[in-house]
């Protein structure tokens, strides 16, 4: 706990809009004070400061570019400033163009790997010097990792990265009492899942899982803030596939 104000202090990374928003407003509701991060999206990360202070909640809206260390550590340096030395660390940044192998772009390539693994590595490797004892990381896998499908073989291979850091990090953290686990989301109802899907591609996905449905960020913010809890302390190391039952 944060003893300058009383208040545990999250960082989110990706909270302009979609699954990050989502955990913001939650983690906010239960009493965090939380920074939330954005690369482009000011006016949306604004927008959501400003109804999260008029809830009576302590927010911030921090730009950094997550696959950029020098922005990285601006980003804890201005939260720490502001808000108070780290408690959680949500690393929910991440993007997804869904290519066949033979056909991606070694920009692609470059900017998948940049945002989803060295971002994350970025956000872990300052955590691990700033966050207080007894914090909690949250990293981002997908259940895509499960279904092996085609066109999905670089953003794959960016979250097994994010799940052999977790898996590892939970170790090197040995003493500090912070746990180390990732999410590993189902499809979601966001635009990363549905922008240059057709309505019949959107509606396949939605049957897969048992439950019949796509799910909806504040499914996944649910989780999430499950492991950012006081009920989660046990769990480390883990991946959890919050996917409906898909895989
Ligand atoms: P989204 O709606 O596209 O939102 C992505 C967020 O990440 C935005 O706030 C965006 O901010 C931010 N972002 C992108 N690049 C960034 C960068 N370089 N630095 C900082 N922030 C950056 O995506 P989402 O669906 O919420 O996905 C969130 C996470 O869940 C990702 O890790 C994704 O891989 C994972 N996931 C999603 C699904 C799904 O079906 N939606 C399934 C499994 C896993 P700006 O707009 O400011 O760039």
Redesign the pocket.
Known sequence: MNMLNNTQVAIV??????????IAQRLAKDGFAVAI??????A??DALVAGLKAAGAKAIAV??????AD?VRRMFESTEQQLGKVDVLV??????KTVPLADTSDALYDQTF???VR?TFNTLREAATRMNDGGRIVN?????LALNLPGYAI?NA??AA?EAFTHVFAKELRGRNITVNA?????????????GKTEEQIQAFAKMPPLQR??Q?DD?ASVVAFLAGADAGWLNGQILRA?GGLA
């Open positions: 990374t990706g909270a302009s809009r979609g699954i990050g928003a989502a991060n954005y690369a482009s999206s000011s949306e990360a730009k950094a570019d997550v696959s950029n922005d690393n929910n940044a991440g993007v997804l940049d945002i989803n971002g981002f896998s997908s259940t895509t953003y960016t979250k994010v999410v590993a989301p189902g499809p979601i109802a966001t635009s990363l899942f549905l922008d796509l799910g960020p996944i996917n």
